[in-house]
């Protein structure tokens, strides 16, 4: 059966919003810090937009390291889920990592599809439940070609954006969504979660998907660019707003 | 919440397809305006596009001549617009905005945080595109009018971090080519 894509925020998206499963703050890159061999870190200077749960990343920090702690007397302490093992003068502090897959203009399934049948897991909205993740979209997803790699491309969000009208809050992306010297043939794309922030009843709990947008385009050996929508509360790509 | 398509087959979007989509997306209200509001719409949208197209040019020739001289280094080049560029393009936009019928239909302020953001984003994602098909497929130059790089070398430190970055992988390597990028610092 033929599929179509229709453009959807996935009702469990919705609620993950309000159940801190998705961190949507844009990296802090090289923010200037003290730490040497301890969990305990000075910032350089107070700095807006580091939450608990972000990851760490810098020299001499181990992997998998969190934000596991803000000082609440101080706008400068942190505390980190592990040691650094030496000094670190530099970390970069990262929210959620989202990514953009396309999908095949020759997709088996539905994945408009909310309230059963195939691919209704996909995007699950109108009166489908579940979780869907990047899984889901299975063979649907345009191969890889070009600069595109199956999975898609890593997006990182820009800062939330409250304009138009100031009572809204809107999420966009800084990255630049292109992929070069590609031949592809896509009925739209797929915006997920990468990382693991919430348990759930089954695995996986990783990849859960947030939106699909439906569009159509074509390039042999080509350049192909998505533009993101103007980042406010009429026409944001995921927003809360009153219109 | 649309998605706006830029397609273009056999090599990079040229100069003047870059200049009229860009032109769209600063005007996106014309498609809903109708009489002389539309024709006044489509006229800005017009002007918008002819004097942007050699900002493009420009903006091609300063990719492809960092990328002839630098090679791969280029690709460690900040990845936000270029902020003399993109503030000499925002200077024009809001000049034939406040010579069209528009100028008082919107709050300047407002008027210009959009152009801004429309300027920031297609400035970066056109030098993006020049880094990218280098990084990708070792290629410079215009349009369809694309040569290999001589000394492209698609495992190079730099283009394997161009793609952590851009086509990361994992979770952990797209952090991490964040933080080496912001910080200039390489992490074991």
Known sequence: MAGSVTTNLSNSWLAEV??????????QSG????ANTTTAVTLGSATPGIAVGMAVTGTNVP??????????ATATSLTISQATTGACSSMTFTGDVFKIALISSTLAGNVAYGAGGVGSLTTNYGSGSGTPTQANLGTDEQSGTGTYSTGGLALVPAAIAQTNPINSAAVGYSTTIQWTGATINTAGAMIY???????????PQNNRVAGVFAFSGSVVSGTLTLTQPTQDGHTGLMRLSPN | MRMNVLCTSHGKHSDD????AMAADLVENAANLTGQDALDMRKLENQLGEMLAPHFRKLANRENDGLVKNGH?????PLHAHPEHAAEIEAEVMKLYEASPFCHTMDKEVATANVHNVVHKWVRDAQHMHRDWFAGHGMIGHHIDLVKHPDHDPNHEH?????????APSYDAHRKALHEHAAGERIA
């Open chain 1, 193 to 203: 979660n990468t990382t693991t922030r919430l348990t759930a009843a089954a695995a």
């Open chain 2, 159 to 167: 283009v394997r971090r161009w793609f952590d970055l851009h086509q």
């Open chain 1, 63 to 72: 992997a998998n390291c969190v934000v596991s702690n803000i000082s609440a």
């Open chain 2, 17 to 20: 397809k870059l200049a009229y």
């Open chain 2, 73 to 77: 280094d280029h690709l460690f080049q």
């Open chain 1, 18 to 27: 309000l159940s801190a499963g998705h961190c949507f703050l844009p990296p």
């Open chain 1, 31 to 34: 923010v200037a810090v003290t």
